[in-house]
T-cell receptor
Framework: DSGVTQTPKHLITATGQRVTLRCSPR?????VYWYQQSLDQGLQFLIQ???????AKGNILERFSAQQFPDLHSELNLSSLELGDSALYFC?????????????FGPGTRLTVL | AQKVTQAQTEISVVEKEDVTLDCVYE???????LFWYKQPPSGELVFLIR??????QNEISGRYSWNFQKSTSSFNFTITASQVVDSAVYFC???????????FGAGTTVTVRA
């Protein structure tokens, strides 16, 4: 158990819908990362937050947004869902946004868009 | 451009054989970090090892060892005396300044047969 929690574990929805994925980092970790794992794209970095502020953006679609709240939990919002958004979404946390700190991953949320 | 290349897609071995996973990375930074993660069939991503660019000393941790060579930009990982529980997808990842997001390779699927 990494100490990072993600809810829900599974999500099945229809095209055009909007969903929210939730992540609670390990106790004491200030940095949160979101990654998407799909069969065709592999593991891709989406976005990073540090202590409530957005710090870096990767291959995140405009239909997707995220935020980190004062209690440090983070939410990833996916809207106008398409079939291609079906993937495993991981949240990871680290103490700082530093390579010296390993990122610990949550169990992931498997999103299926029908 | 792909920053991390794992040329081996799949490796199949018999229990107790050694398994070496290749990883080649690309970066212009002088300070960077390299990681290996394991993704068992259950789906979670498990941190295995981290190495920074200033430390080329190769180490052994239990049945895991790694060979980091800056001259060839390689960070290979070996599982000694493999066990069935080692069956998983193994990812090599690179972390660079300034955001230290993880750039993952495509992964190598390791199957250990009893």
């Amino acid at each position: 158990d990494s100490g990072v929690t993600q809810t829900p574990k599974h999500l099945i929805t229809a095209t055009g819908q909007r969903v929210t994925l939730r992540c609670s980092p390990r106790s004491g970790d200030l940095s949160v990362y979101w990654y998407q794992q799909s069969l065709d794209q592999g593991l891709q970095f989406l976005i990073q937050y540090y202590n409530g502020e957005e710090r870096a953006k990767g291959n995140i679609l405009e239909r997707f947004s995220a935020q980190q709240f004062p209690d440090l939990h983070s939410e990833l919002n996916l809207s106008s869902l398409e079939l291609g958004d079906s993937a495993l979404y991981f949240c990871a946390s680290s103490v700082r946004p530093s390579g010296r700190d390993e990122q610990f991953f949550g169990p992931g949320t498997r999103l299926t868009v029908l | 451009a792909q920053k991390v290349t794992q040329a081996q897609t799949e490796i199949s071995v018999v229990e107790k054989e050694d398994v070496t996973l290749d990883c080649v990375y690309e970066t212009r930074d002088t300070t960077y970090y390299l990681f290996w993660y394991k993704q068992p069939p259950s789906g979670e991503l498990v941190f295995l090892i981290r190495r920074n660019s200033f430390d080329e000393q190769n180490e052994i941790s239990g049945r895991y060892s790694w060979n980091f060579q800056k001259s060839t930009s390689s960070f290979n990982f070996t599982i000694t005396a493999s066990q069935v529980v080692d069956s998983a997808v193994y990812f090599c990842a690179l972390s660079e300044y300034p955001d230290y997001k993880l750039s993952f390779g495509a992964g190598t699927t390791v199957t250990v047969r009893a």
